[in-house]
C-alpha cells in the first residue's frame, strides 16, 4: 500500500516537472519573436563557376544579376566579381526571382539551360538566400541541355545529406518503437524544440551556435525524458493501451506544435552563424561548407550510436529490452531505466537533426511536423523498431526525395517517396532489415 501511494506521488512530480519545463521554455521562447527586427541581413548571393575551363574550373566574371519582387519592380541588381561571385542584398521578406542576363557570359561559358534563366525563391527573416546556376560550356541560348550528369550527381550528394538528417532524428523514433511497441507523434515536434531552443539561445542571448546547440540537446533530451516519466511511464504501470498511449501523443504534439506557434510566430528564421557561405566545388558538385560539416557530423553521429548499440553495455541491453522485453526484465535488466535513457537519447539526436535541418534551410515552428513523414518512411521502409534499419531506410528515402525532382516537381517530391516505400513493402513487406514474423 505504501509502495503504491509513493509510486503515485513521484508520477505526480513527474507530472509536475515535465508542466513546469514546458511553461518556462514556452514562455523563454517568446523572447526572440520580439528581437527578430535586429536580425541579420537579407538577400541572395551566388558563385558563377566554368567548371569546364581550359585550366579545370575557373571563375566567371562580369555576369549581370537582376533581382526583382513580387510585382516585377527592379530591387537589385549585381554583377560576379573576378572570383565569381556575387551578392544581391534586399529591404524585406517575401517571394523575389533571381534572372541572369544570357548575354553577359563570356564566349567559353553559359547556362548550362538558357531557357530557364530565373529562379524564384522566397526569403525568410535573417536569410541570405544561396542561388544556383549550373554553368557549362558555351552551348548558346536555346540550345538542348540533354542529359544534365552534374545536376544527377548534385541532386544524388543532396539526398544522402538529407537521407542522415532523417536518419538521425529517426532513429530515437524507431528505439522508442522497439522498447516499448508505441508510435510517438510527437517526436516530430522534438525536433522543432530543439532547433528552437538553438535559435532563441544563439540568436537571443548572443552564443555561438555550436554552445547554442549543445544546450538545446541536453535540454530537448531532458524534456523528452521528462515526457516518459511524466506521461508514459505511469500510463505503462496503469496498463494503459498502446492505442490510448498513441492517442495521448498526437494531443501530445498538437499542444506543443500550437505553443511553439504561439511563442515563436509563424515566419522561419535563420540562425546567427553560417549564414553566407560561398560554395565549394568538389569536381562537378557545389556545396556549401556548412553542408559538408552537416553530412560529416551525421555520419560521426551515426557511427556512434551504432557503437553504442554494439559495444556498450547500455546498448545491448536497448537491444535487449527491444528484443524480449519480458525476458530481459527476467534477466535483471532494469527495463524502465532502458526506456527512459531511450526517450532521452531520441530527444537528443532529433534536437541535433533539427539544429542541423535548420542551419541548411530554416527554423521554424512547424519543421518537425513536415519533417514527420519521411521519418516515418525511412523507419518503416528500413524495418521499424531497428536502428540501423531507421538509417538504411531513411537514405533510400532522402535519395529518392531528391532525385524524384528529377521528373517531378519539387513540391511532389515527398509523394514520391511514399511511392518508394509503398514498392518496397509491397516486395519485402517487413521492410528493407525488419524481421519476418508469424501471424496466427
Known amino acids: 500500500m505504501t509502495a503504491d501511494r509513493g509510486a503515485s506521488k513521484w508520477s505526480w512530480r513527474h507530472r509536475l516537472l515535465l508542466l513546469l519545463l514546458l511553461t518556462v521554455t514556452l514562455g523563454s521562447l517568446q523572447i526572440p519573436a520580439m528581437a527578430q527586427d535586429e536580425g541579420p541581413e537579407l538577400g541572395f548571393q551566388g558563385t558563377f563557376t566554368n567548371p569546364e575551363g581550359e585550366d579545370g574550373p575557373t571563375p566567371v566574371e562580369g555576369v549581370r544579376v537582376e533581382v526583382t519582387d513580387a510585382d516585377g519592380a527592379v530591387v537589385g541588381e549585381a554583377v560576379s566579381d573576378a572570383e565569381g561571385a556575387w551578392t544581391v542584398e534586399v529591404t524585406d521578406t517575401g517571394e523575389y526571382t533571381v534572372t541572369v542576363d544570357v548575354e553577359s557570359f563570356p564566349d567559353d561559358a553559359s547556362l548550362r539551360n538558357?531557357?530557364?534563366?530565373?529562379?524564384?525563391?522566397?526569403?525568410?527573416?535573417?536569410?541570405?538566400?544561396?542561388?544556383?546556376?549550373?554553368?557549362?560550356?558555351?552551348?548558346?541560348?536555346?540550345?538542348?541541355?540533354?542529359?544534365?550528369?552534374?545536376?544527377v550527381l548534385q541532386l544524388f550528394v543532396e539526398g544522402i545529406k538529407l537521407g542522415l538528417l532523417i536518419a538521425m532524428m529517426a532513429i530515437g523514433l524507431s528505439l522508442v518503437f522497439g522498447t516499448t511497441q508505441l508510435v510517438n507523434f510527437a517526436h516530430g515536434e522534438l525536433i522543432s524544440i530543439g532547433a528552437v531552443i538553438a535559435y532563441f539561445f544563439n540568436v537571443t542571448i548572443g552564443m555561438h551556435l555550436i554552445l547554442a546547440a549543445i544546450l538545446a540537446i541536453i535540454a530537448t533530451a531532458g524534456a523528452s525524458?521528462?515526457?516518459?516519466?511524466?506521461?508514459?511511464?505511469?500510463?505503462?504501470?496503469?496498463?494503459?493501451?498502446?492505442?490510448?498511449?498513441?492517442?495521448?501523443?498526437?494531443?501530445?504534439?498538437?499542444?506543443?506544435?500550437?505553443?511553439?506557434?504561439?511563442?515563436?510566430?509563424g515566419d522561419p528564421r535563420s540562425y546567427g552563424n553560417y549564414n553566407i557561405q560561398r560554395g565549394i566545388e568538389i569536381g562537378p558538385i557545389v556545396l556549401p561548407p556548412k553542408d559538408i560539416w552537416s553530412v560529416l557530423i551525421s555520419i560521426i553521429v551515426l557511427v556512434g550510436v551504432g557503437l553504442v548499440l554494439q559495444r556498450t553495455k547500455i546498448?545491448?541491453?536497448?537491444?535487449?529490452?527491444?528484443?524480449?522485453?519480458?525476458?530481459?526484465?527476467?534477466?535483471?535488466?532494469?527495463?524502465?531505466?532502458?526506456i527512459?535513457?531511450?526517450?532521452?537519447?531520441?530527444?537528443?539526436?532529433?534536437?541535433?537533426?533539427?539544429?542541423?535541418?535548420?542551419?541548411?534551410?530554416?527554423?521554424?515552428?512547424?519543421?518537425?511536423?513536415?519533417?514527420?513523414?519521411?521519418?516515418?518512411?525511412g523507419v518503416i521502409l528500413g524495418g521499424i523498431g531497428t536502428a540501423y534499419g531507421a538509417l538504411v531506410g531513411s537514405l533510400v528515402v532522402g535519395v529518392?526525395?531528391?532525385?524524384?525532382?528529377?521528373?517531378?516537381?519539387?513540391?511532389?517530391?515527398?509523394?514520391?517517396a511514399m511511392v518508394a516505400l509503398i514498392l518496397i513493402l509491397v516486395v519485402r513487406p517487413q521492410g528493407i532489415l525488419g524481421r519476418s514474423e508469424r501471424v496466427g
Do not use: C
Request: hydrophobic letters at 50%.
Open 225 to 265: 525524458a521528462l515526457m516518459d516519466l511524466g506521461i508514459f511511464r505511469p500510463l505503462r504501470k496503469r496498463g494503459v493501451g498502446l492505442i490510448a498511449q498513441l492517442v495521448i501523443t498526437i494531443g501530445l504534439s498538437l499542444f506543443l506544435r500550437y505553443g511553439l506557434l504561439y511563442v515563436f510566430r
Open 340 to 377: 527512459l535513457i531511450v526517450w532521452a537519447v531520441g530527444g537528443g539526436l532529433a534536437a541535433f537533426g533539427g539544429i542541423l535541418w535548420g542551419l541548411g534551410e530554416s527554423v521554424s515552428w512547424i519543421m518537425g511536423f513536415r519533417l514527420l513523414l519521411p521519418i516515418f518512411a
Open 114 to 151: 538558357p531557357d530557364e534563366p530565373s529562379r524564384t525563391l522566397t526569403v525568410n527573416p535573417g536569410q541570405v538566400r544561396p542561388v544556383l546556376f549550373p554553368i557549362g560550356e558555351g552551348p548558346g541560348p536555346g540550345a538542348d541541355s540533354g542529359f544534365d550528369l552534374r545536376l
Open 400 to 416: 529518392f526525395i531528391q532525385m524524384s525532382t528529377l521528373v517531378i516537381p519539387s513540391e511532389l517530391k515527398n509523394a514520391a
Open 315 to 338: 546498448g545491448r541491453a536497448m537491444r535487449a529490452v527491444s528484443d524480449n522485453r519480458d525476458l530481459a526484465e527476467s534477466s535483471g535488466i532494469d527495463v524502465q531505466r532502458v
